[in-house]
């Protein structure tokens, strides 16, 4: 689970990240999967830490998000709580030092550079997610809902059960499989939200 060979480290978090932008796609313009940050022009960044490469990437960007026409950036992440280094303090703790981790990373650099927002999202390999990320997926869960009319909490429901399958299956791979992925496309576009909870019986 924390193996940083043969690709695992992106293996984990590339389903979450085309489920995050296949949700964005239906409520926002402009959204795209690892884009390139504008380089650097001798633009000094607070923390030692940033990204200053100048092919930098971040997971998904989406236009109007939390802003209207501004670009809003989410970076992902998925830790194990079990992992040594988090082994001495809290769960809570941990979610805050990984989204610092991504803040010191990229924030400065897409505020001041790219002129957009950034929140890092953090989930844990067994389904926590951090508090950024549970605000992020409170307000996409909220516009899904009010431009689909249907009930928000049918939408939450469906969007957590969609979430947490895609955890798993990453902790699956991780643990048990290949690392070898092969591509996934996630069509939601026209899916009825309520009838789709109502019928896999997810709780609400």
Known sequence: MTCKKGGFVCISHD?????TASMLREVCRDVSTEPTLLPLNGEHMQYMTANTANEARVDV????????????FM?????????????????????????????????DRIRNVDHGSF?????TTSGGMGP???CFYSRLA?????KKHQPRSH??????????????????????????SPPTT????????????VESGILV
């Open 15 to 19: 389903e979450v990240r085309d489920l």
């Open 61 to 72: 960007s989406a236009r109007g998000f939390w802003t209207r026409g501004q670009r809003a």
């Open 75 to 107: 970076d992902i992440r998925i830790f194990d709580p079990m992992a040594a280094c988090h082994r001495r303090i809290s769960l809570e703790a941990a979610h805050q030092k990984n989204e610092q981790d991504k803040i010191r990373s990229y924030g």
């Open 119 to 123: 929140t890092p999202l953090v989930f």
């Open 132 to 134: 950024k990320a549970k």
């Open 142 to 146: 909220a516009v899904m809902a009010e």
């Open 155 to 180: 939408v939450v429901a469906w969007m957590r059960c969609r979430l947490s399958f895609s955890l798993l299956r990453s902790a699956l791979l991780c643990l048990r499989g290949t690392r070898y």
């Open 186 to 197: 996630i069509d939601i576009a026209g899916l009825n939200y309520q009838a789709t909870v």
